[in-house]
């Protein structure tokens, strides 16, 4: 696959270049700004390596995933580095920097927890949870509106629509990766929502995009269980306030139903195209 600047696709996102350093790819490319990322792709990359500091621990459900985005995150070297706060018996808190350019443009906490088989009743409030009534092999293919002339996040992800337009307002949209976020490297489940997660502002969008922009500040990811299975979907929705504030947020679903919630806060402002 090619765009007009006849460069080839990456293999992946990002490839590592020691424990802590990865080089991005074109892949990671967002809407807003030719040399800047997507928010999802960098959000997943520390995603995964907090995954692997809690694992050593013996944590392995990501219950939440916080992302302060401080600074646009540039296509260029990044380095992460991983803090752990407290580990208690059950669950550990843990905090992350995200570097480029010697400059932080993100910091993260995230809550790990250890999984363990409980018995549950029969019969609670709101179970069984709720499913998503189109799964992806019947779903449309989805279209974002941008992306036509350069490689970036349009090409990283494949959409397919379970209900509504994308960028038309409510919608549930499933995503699923087309490349390694790695390069070598399997993707977890945690870093495939977190690839997702960042878009919801983007697919429920309520505004033009060619008039506004809607950028979110953070983004927080909270799973009640572990993902299962290559296809994500956010059933999501925008809400905008005159004051030049809003919030997006999601209900997020694999193949098996429910498995979590995401929320953005979003600087909306209108463009010089505008």
Known sequence: MTRQSDRPTPNAAYARIDERTFHSTALTRGPWHPDHQHAGPPIALVCGAVE?????????????????????????????????????????????????DSKEVGRFTALAQRETHVELPNSLPGHPLPTMSILPDRAAEGHFPFGKSQVGYA?????????????????????????????????????????????????????????????????????????????????????ADATGAGLAESALFDGKGFVGRSTQSLSIRKTARG
């Not at 013996?58 to 992460?80: D, E, F, Q, Y």
């Not at 697919?203 to 927080?220: G, K, Q, V």
Request: with cysteine; net charge neutral; glycine share 6%.
């Open 155 to 239: 090409d990283l992800v494949e959409a397919r629509v379970a209900d509504g337009k994308m960028f038309h307002g409510p919608c549930a949209i499933w995503f699923r990766l087309r490349y390694p976020l790695l390069e070598s490297e399997e993707t977890s489940p945690y870093q495939r929502v977190a690839v997702a997660a960042d878009s919801g502002n983007g697919i429920s969008a309520i505004l033009d995009y060619h008039e506004y922009s809607f950028l979110n500040c953070d983004l927080t990811i909270n799973l009640l269980r572990r993902p299962a299975g290559e296809w994500i979907c956010l059933q999501a929705r925008t809400y």
């Open 52 to 100: 692997k500091v809690a694992h050593a621990h013996g944590l392995t459900h990501i219950g939440r995933l916080t992302a302060n985005l401080i600074r646009p995150v540039p296509i260029a070297k990044l380095s992460v580095e991983v803090m752990t706060d407290y580990v208690g018996r059950n669950a550990g808190h843990f905090s992350a920097h995200l570097i480029a």
